[in-house]
């Protein structure tokens, strides 16, 4: 499964990380994300679709740090204020 994750990602044009706080101890999916970047020799289009109604600023703004001082390029991460839920039901189309 490790293998055939890390082809997708390694030819995906976009990422999208739904509902994931992009924690620092979890390194299994950093090393995947880190490999196709490095592959790629550029940052794929990430899209970050991860709130719901009461999470606090300051939680936002620890994921949006944990998340882009991760990868190379930051201009290539569009946070949405959308819900994994509201995500589901518009589609890819409206982020």
């Known amino acids: 499964m490790f293998l055939k994750a890390d ?8 990422i999208f990380i739904c509902g ?12 995947l994300l880190k490999r196709a970047e490095q592959f790629r020799e550029e940052t ?3 899209y970050v679709i991860n709130n ?12 949006k740090k944990r998340i882009t001082r ?8 569009l ?8 995500f589901a039901e518009r589609g890819v189309e409206d982020v």
């Open 79 to 86: 946070y949405t204020e959308l819900s994994f839920e509201e």
């Open 20 to 31: 994931y706080s992009f924690p620092d101890a979890d390194l299994h999916i950093k090393y």
């Open 44 to 46: 794929p289009q990430i």
């Open 52 to 63: 719901h109604p009461n999470k606090p600023n300051k939680q936002k703004d620890e994921e």
């Open 7 to 14: 082809k997708v990602l390694r030819s995906a044009e976009r």
């Open 70 to 77: 991760f990868f190379k390029n930051k201009d290539k991460i």
